[in-house]
């Protein structure tokens, strides 16, 4: 069955390191990748998208993410994480191209140390 | 504002009583969808909808119901509530079924089943 994997499920960091979370899918069609963000108590935003293009999406507040079809993976990039990035992140993949088929991963909690 | 808003925020009841949780955008998507976030799992799709009177089970539907009788509800029913669907739930929309555009998220409805 297709899947996402986020095999970090907690992550700390001090504020200014950099940070990469991993996301892979097993899905081998075409895809449209997501980052979404939880901040604590709060609902999911979208971070950024992939859909098509350059590989290398620029999202907002600082965040990257690249697409490399050749390992099914959709990493999260930002080189200096602030306080305020304590959150969860979910990594989302889209088969097909209907909205109703996007399954997300299990999330990676991550925890910033001033 | 364009939002998405679920009530209740927060939810505690017996089992076997039933009780709908409300979803209403006013962005005026065609694609509305129901989520459970449990811990490690992630959000796993219960329901959606692509439009007005079409719904469709997602990945867990069992013991949950939805309608979608206007194009900005999509209440969530659950006839019989049981313990293990204590949760928290989320509603999206999407302005299309297509993946595009990715998903708006309601703040989440917290529901305890004792």
């Known amino acids: 069955a297709q899947s996402v994997s986020q095999h970090n499920h907690h992550v700390i960091l001090s504020e200014a390191a950099s940070l990469e979370l991993g996301c892979n899918y097993s899905y081998g069609g075409t895809v449209n990748l997501f980052w979404y963000v939880q901040y604590p108590g709060q609902h999911l935003q979208l971070l950024l998208k992939y859909f098509s293009g350059d590989p290398l999406v620029k999202g907002i507040k600082g965040f990257e993410a690249e697409f490399i079809k050749s390992k099914f993976s959709f990493n999260l990039r930002k080189p200096s994480v602030q306080w305020s990035d304590t959150a969860e992140y979910f990594c989302?993949?889209?088969?097909?191209?209907?909205?109703?088929?996007?399954?997300f991963g299990s999330g990676t909690r991550l925890s910033i140390r001033p | 504002e364009a939002q998405v808003t679920q009530n209740p925020r927060y939810l505690i009841t017996v089992t076997g009583k039933k009780l709908t949780v409300t979803c209403s955008q006013n962005m005026n998507h065609e694609y509305m969808s129901w989520y459970r976030q449990d811990p490690g799992l992630g959000l796993r799709q219960i329901y959606y909808s692509m439009n007005v009177e079409v719904t469709d089970k997602g990945d867990v539907p069992e013991g949950y119901k939805v309608s979608r009788k206007e194009k900005r509800n999509f209440p969530l029913i659950l006839e019989s509530p049981s313990p293990n669907q204590t949760s928290l739930y989320f509603c999206a929309s999407s302005l299309t079924g297509l993946s595009n555009y990715g998903y708006t998220f309601g703040s989440g409805t917290r529901l305890t089943v004792v």
């Open positions: 989302a993949v889209n088969r097909d191209s209907s909205a109703s088929k996007i399954i």
